[in-house]
């Protein structure tokens, strides 16, 4: 894939108003980059936000867990992922859940 159509890709990830499908289907390419930019979409609908969630790249992860839109069971998952740097990047979210600090305080 040339890098037009990957900045393509990178920048739909990133539009508030993707559709859910094509998230869904942005979410399976081979570029982290464009798979973290869905992770991070608010828009992204929950079972992609879960399937991102255990993507072999821990950046892609992290988005995940401080997408606002990312349930609370999937965010507590992601609490206890072998991951120390995923730990921390919730951890560090302003918007952490004080519940999900106590357990990652552990």
Not at 5 to 10: D, L, N, P, Q, T
Not at 67 to 73: I, K, M, S
Not at 84 to 102: H, I, K, Y
């Amino acid at each position: 894939m040339n890098y037009a159509a990957v900045f393509k890709r990178y920048i739909q990830a990133g539009n508030p108003n993707c559709s859910p499908l094509l998230l869904k289907a942005l979410s399976l390419r081979q570029v982290d980059r464009i798979r973290l930019r869905v992770a991070e979409n608010p828009n992204t609908p929950e079972e992609v936000l879960d399937f991102l969630s255990r993507d072999k790249n821990a950046e892609v992860r992290i988005a995940v867990g401080v997408n606002p839109a990312t349930p609370n069971h999937i965010s507590n998952r992601l609490a206890s992922d072998e991951d120390l740097n995923v730990r921390f990047g919730l951890a560090e979210d302003m918007a952490c859940p004080s519940e999900l600090l106590d357990k990652l305080s552990h």
